[in-house]
């Protein structure tokens, strides 16, 4: 039996586990994205359908009222003929006598008769224009209230989304760069760096960066990938700005990597999210303001 003890394998360093993650979060946040867009577009025509809907009500509404006053006019104009010559019918019948009498008193019912009728028939007409009318106003009511129920949906579901976005920058972190300063929030996959864009407070630019001897621009600045180590998680870059050469060797995954240029106050950061097979991707993030420090 040997006196040598067995030599212990070297155990695998854990992997981040957000590789995989990463597709499925960007799908999620590509979605989230085109729901959201399809919602406002969705509640910006609802409210030009009610626009056009009331429009519409107030025209046709408009065009009732104009119409019922002038055949309200005519009818009253054909009433008023008809009660003229009622009136000389029965002053006719009166002054007659014999039978040119009682010619005179049927011409004299004839047209009551007649009058009755029309006043009869202006009233039903009447009825039913001021039937019409309700019945336009009951409808458009109506569908007033389902674009409002739609608007109100349109509006809770915009609501859920943005409560999303800030349980998401709720959930992001802070960190210290490589060179000592104090970062702003860091992403580490793509869902929490939508979250940054929507925050607005610096400038994101996104990369997936292949192993070459040539530079890569990203942003305003040139970036090499010059070692990638996938079990690891490590890398290493080499950045161009100024016309400088920084190199950021063996950096860790979602480590901010700070550097200076001479245009900006704050630091620049490259934040790598995913290390495969000579293969990085990640974010470079940017000052909004840009002046010499």
Not at 188 to 202: I, P, V
Not at 207 to 213: D, G
Not at 239 to 265: C, G, M, S, T
Not at 269 to 288: M, W
């Amino acid at each position: 039996m040997s006196d040598q003890t067995p030599a212990i394998p070297p155990q695998p360093q854990p992997s981040s586990g957000s590789g995989p993650m990463i597709p499925i979060m960007l799908g999620v946040i590509i979605a989230l994205a085109i729901a959201t867009i399809y919602m406002f577009w969705q509640m910006n025509k609802v409210q030009k359908d009610v626009a056009t809907l009331k429009e519409a009500m107030a025209t046709e509404i408009s065009g009732l009222k104009q119409a019922s006053t002038v055949t309200s006019a005519a009818n009253r104009q054909h009433l008023e003929n008809l009660r003229t010559e009622l009136e000389a019918a029965r002053q006719q019948a009166a002054m007659a006598a014999g039978s040119a009498k009682v010619e005179a008193q049927k011409h004299a019912e004839e047209l009551s008769r007649r009058l009755e009728a029309e006043t009869k028939r202006q009233q039903q007409a009447l009825r039913t224009e001021i039937g019409a009318v309700k019945e336009t106003a009951t409808a458009t009511i109506a569908k007033v209230g389902e674009v409002s129920t739609e608007v109100g949906s349109v509006k809770t579901e915009v609501a859920a989304n943005k409560a999303e976005l800030d349980k998401t920058i709720a959930e992001l972190k802070r960190a210290t760069g490589d060179l000592g300063v104090q970062s702003g929030l860091i992403a580490t996959n793509s869902k929490e760096l939508a979250a940054l864009k929507a925050l607005g407070e610096r400038n994101y630019f996104e990369f997936n960066l292949a192993k070459s001897k040539q530079p890569q621009r990203v942003g305003d600045i040139m970036i090499t990938l010059k070692k990638a180590d996938r079990k690891r998680n490590r890398f290493t870059l080499e950045v161009i700005a100024d016309d400088k050469k920084v190199e950021k060797k063996d950096k860790n995954l979602n480590e901010p990597l700070q550097f200076y240029v001479a245009r900006a106050r704050q630091p620049y950061e490259i934040v790598v999210n995913e290390v495969s097979k000579d293969r990085v991707s990640g974010y470079l993030a940017t000052p909004k303001v840009q002046q010499a420090r």
